[in-house]
């Protein structure tokens, strides 16, 4: 997307797009896909309050250097920054009235992009397979669900 973020000095009650207009599903879609990759590259783990030989940073160097793991690229962790947009951004998929859960499914579903290759982990195809129906159809409830997004965010009040 060509779509530049949101300004981020100021936390806004109300999400703004980045020129200060109503906002679009163009830009739904982005923070949506912006906090699906900023969620994936949380780490997993964290320290635990054992003291354990392999979390010692010299430990685990030593024993990589030696080929003792595995290359895995992981992608750096994200700012408090980042992580506060996820959370206002993964915060609008309720905004989807519960009677519609399928398009949560979905818009939450397609939200998550791979954070090193951009690439996301649910493609049109699988989702359909996944939920039993035409990919097509998966593409219109997704521009369902922005649609009730966009309108929900954009509402007076």
Known sequence: MTRSPAPTTAVLPRPASP?????????????????????LALPGTGWTTQLRTSSLEIVRTALEAYGWGEARIRPPVPSAEKITRMDEAMGWIPLIPLDRYVLRRVVGARSLVHPVTDRHLFPWRRLGKALGADHKAIQRWHAQGIGMIVTALNAPG
Do not use: H, N, P
């Open 19 to 39: 020129d200060g207009y109503a906002i679009d599903a163009d830009y739904i879609v982005y923070r949506l896909e912006e906090a699906g990759a900023t969620l």
